[in-house]
């Protein structure tokens, strides 16, 4: 059977995951952030993870939440909080 080997058995049926596109997160070093995906291939949340070192700058200090599009490619939103108004910025992201 050509190409069977793509194929994955779940129970009594066959899947198989096929690219839909390159991923796109050249300037984003995901281990160095608190990642948060919507379902069903919809926007991707990031914050900085303040427990792992990294290098920061004056506008990496702050704390940003970047919504970005699934593959990464563009920020959909970004907003600055502080811990106490965390949700007051969830709430006026509009995607």
């Excluded at 190409?3 to 009594?12: E, I, M, P, R, T």
């Excluded at 198989?16 to 991707?44: H, I, N, T």
């Excluded at 506008?59 to 949700?87: D, E, K, Q």
Aim: overall charge positive; glycine content about 6%; aromatic content about 10%.
């Amino acid at each position: 059977m050509t190409g069977a080997s793509s194929w994955n058995k779940l129970y009594d049926r066959y899947y198989r995951k096929l690219e839909m596109y390159k991923m796109q997160w050249e300037e984003v070093d995901l281990a160095k952030m608190k990642v948060c995906g919507a379902p069903f291939s919809g926007p991707v949340a990031l914050l900085r993870d303040s427990s792992k070192i990294s290098m920061v700058s004056a506008s990496t200090v702050r704390n940003t939440l970047n919504i970005y599009s699934s593959a990464g490619g563009y920020v959909l939103c970004t907003c600055t909080y502080t811990h106490a108004h965390a949700h007051k910025c969830i709430a006026h992201i509009h995607v």
